[in-house]
C-alpha cells in the first residue's frame, strides 16, 4: 500500500520563494484549478514549515511598514 506524505498547499509565490530560500523542498508546482492565471506550490506538511510560514507573515507586515512608511518622506 502506497503511504501519502502529509503536504501543505501554497497559493503565494511570495511565500513559496521564500520557504525556498529557508532550504524546504518544493515537491511540485501545478496551474491553480480554480484560476489559470496562478500556480499553486506544494510542500511537505511539517511543524518546521509552519513556523516558517509566521515568520514570514510577521516579517512581510514590518517589511510593508517600513516601505510605507518611507514612502511618506
Known amino acids: 500500500m502506497e503511504q501519502k506524505i ?3 498547499i501554497i497559493h503565494s509565490q511570495a511565500m513559496a520563494g521564500y520557504l525556498m530560500m529557508k532550504r524546504f ?5 501545478r496551474e491553480d484549478l480554480k484560476n489559470p492565471s ?5 510542500f511537505k ?6 513556523n516558517a510560514m509566521r515568520q514570514y ?5 514590518e517589511i510593508n511598514k517600513i516601505i ?6
Open 6 to 8: 502529509p503536504v501543505i
Open 25 to 29: 523542498i518544493l515537491i511540485d508546482e
Open 38 to 42: 496562478y500556480n499553486i506550490f506544494v
Open 45 to 50: 506538511e511539517s511543524d518546521e514549515i509552519r
Open 57 to 61: 507573515s510577521k516579517d512581510k507586515i
Open 68 to 73: 510605507y512608511n518611507s514612502s511618506n518622506i
